[in-house]
């Protein structure tokens, strides 16, 4: 994982957490030895420690790691690789990957060591994008595939994930599915509702967010924007 500083610290303290970070937090057994992967400013790490997690954090831009080390025991501010490296002899309760893998070269690889540095009960939790989203698919329609600064067409993104591919390479990694849930994003239609009935995005007159939670979950190779799977090793 080079060293790019993403933008989604920034969106982070401009927004509040998303849903597939709730996600996250809530897969995490209370109390567990967390290893967070791509840990940015620390976002999770202080929503860890205040449940009594002790937090490791990898985040190989040198500005947000100093942003994270106030919420972490340690933050390696280091390639991946070379943190991998470093903590081969550290096992952890909890390995997060959130929206990670689709930034590596060799997902697989990465996936199994995490199993490797897992306690006896420990998890993995991974979020990855879906490339098979409506949004996504509705683009590749009209032509075009136009890398962006975040989303699922980040243009850092070197890996591409369906629902079906995400299990494989968690099977193939030597996991087993635990759980999976799926976060909601705009539905189809949604501008041409907002002109009709009037409102906006962040406050529509008409009820949107419990229809992309039923579709985001009915329907999640369509219409869930991401995947948060916890995974325990098979």
Request: glycine residues 8%.
């Amino acid at each position: 994982m080079a060293a790019v500083a993403l933008p989604y610290a920034d969106l982070v303290s401009r927004y509040g957490l998303t849903a597939s970070h709730w996600f996250i937090l809530d897969a995490v057994p209370p109390g567990a030895r967390v290893l967070d992967v791509g840990c940015a400013s620390g976002y999770l790490a202080a929503a860890l420690r205040e449940r009594g997690s002790a937090i490791v954090g990898i985040e190989p831009d040198a500005a947000m790691a100093r942003d994270a080390e106030q919420h972490c025991e340690r933050v390696l501010a280091v390639p991946l690789e070379e943190a991998m490296t470093a903590l081969d002899e550290e096992r952890f309760g909890a390995i997060i990957l959130g929206d990670v893998l689709e930034h590596l070269a060799d997902p697989w690889a990465t996936l199994v060591w995490a199993r490797e540095r897992l306690d006896r009960g420990g998890l993995a939790i991974v979020s990855v994008p879906n490339i098979a989203h409506w949004s996504a698919r509705w683009a590749l329609l009209r032509g075009r595939f136009d890398y962006v600064d975040y989303g699922i067409f980040d243009r850092t993104h070197l890996r591409f994930f369906t629902q079906r591919t995400a299990h494989e390479l968690a099977r193939g990694a030597g996991f087993e599915l635990a759980r999976e849930r799926h976060t909601p994003a705009p539905l189809p239609g949604e501008r041409v509702m907002r002109r009709l009935v009037g409102g906006t995005a962040e406050q529509p007159r008409f009820p949107l967010g419990h229809a992309r939670w039923f579709m985001s979950r009915t329907l999640p190779r369509l219409f869930a924007l991401q995947f948060v799977i916890t995974l325990r090793p098979a």
